[in-house]
């Protein structure tokens, strides 16, 4: 049985401020080990309909390491559909025994590894029709859970906060592919929404806009370029100290790739007065800590917790 913990918490975080804001962390990485931070909001209702639906299972699309594969495998068995994993890099130029293959696998994923190239046409109508067609009966969730029906189970995590707090001023996110980001803004609930890409991502915004939320972003939300430490999974050592400092104050671990660069962006804009006084600013923990193995894996001793 795979318990979920839901609804997550929301922890104060004593950051010491003259303006008398007040910090609070949605702990959505809490929710599960595995199915944790926005994979479970973003999957929910996809596999609801394709459970509805009569399908028999999930095709996804995901890196080595990647947090939404890993999640999806187990969420899908957790539903009791099947799952295929379409992964970038063929399997000699990749460790396919990295901890999260191995785990996704036990979690009865099937595994189909293909070159970087071929994985660009991940997007592609005609491309995966083809791969659809190949296996009859598979629900297609693309690439990091980027779907419309992904953005109501994200607006629940509003209705949760919202029975936890009365007032929220500021909300920030990473953005990945921006779906959370969009979940979010889709609510219109919140006063100021900073997403925070960890991507070198010149066209997020019109992504968004375009593919999810089928409108413009109104003022109410902004999206802040500063703080992707040179793109995907880059990083320096001020962000690695960061992430331990944040670890060992407000026992709040976070993950190199995504909620690393968020929490420094939080302290950061705390640092250069963006925030107005007596606010109440909140983070959404995204997840993502099983990531880290697979730095550290790369990188030996890279992250200590
Ligand atoms: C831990 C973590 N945080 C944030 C994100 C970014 O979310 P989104 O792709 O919805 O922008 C991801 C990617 O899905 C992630 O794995």
Same mark, same amino acid.
């Given at each position: ?50 459970? =509805? ?43 396919? !025994? ?23 046409? !991940? ?6 029709? =083809?791969?659809?067609? !190949? ?52 609510? *219109? *609930? ?116």
């Amino acid at each position: 049985m795979i318990e979920l913990h839901l609804p997550s918490p929301l922890h104060p975080i004593p950051i010491q401020n003259k303006k008398a804001i007040k910090f609070f962390i949605k702990r959505d990485d809490l929710i599960h080990p595995t199915i944790s931070g926005n994979k479970w909001r973003k999957l929910k209702y996809q596999l609801t309909h394709a459970k =509805e639906q009569g399908f028999k299972g999930i095709l996804t699309f995901g890196g080595a390491y990647s947090n939404h594969i890993i999640a999806t495998a187990l969420a899908a068995k957790k539903e009791g559909l099947n799952s295929i994993g379409i992964i970038r890099g063929e399997a000699h130029s990749i460790n396919i !025994k990295n901890a999260t293959l191995s785990k996704a696998t036990e979690y009865g994923m099937d595994l189909q590894f293909i070159s970087r190239e071929e994985y660009k046409l !991940k997007e592609e109508g005609q491309y995966v029709q =083809e791969l659809l067609n !190949k296996r009859s009966g598979f629900f297609l969730i693309p690439e990091g859970g980027k779907h419309q029906l992904a953005l109501p189970g994200v607006a629940e995590i509003i209705q949760e906060m919202a029975s936890d707090i009365d007032n929220i001023d500021y909300l920030l996110c990473a953005i990945g592919t921006g779906t959370t980001f969009a979940g979010l803004a889709k609510t *219109k *609930k919140i006063k100021q929404l900073i997403g925070i890409p960890v991507l070198k991502h010149s066209n997020i915004q019109q992504e968004i806009e375009e593919d999810l939320l089928g409108e413009h972003l109104t003022s109410d939300c902004s999206i802040l370029h500063d703080y992707h430490f040179g793109g995907y999974a880059k990083f320096n050592s001020e962000l690695i100290d960061f992430m331990h400092d944040i670890n060992s104050q407000y026992n709040i671990p976070t993950d190199v790739l995504y909620t690393s660069k968020l929490l420094y962006a939080a302290v950061d804009l705390l640092r250069q007065d963006y925030f107005k006084a007596d606010s109440t600013v909140c983070i959404y923990h995204s997840g993502g800590i099983q990531g880290n193995a697979g730095m550290n894996e790369r990188f030996p001793d890279l992250v200590k917790f």
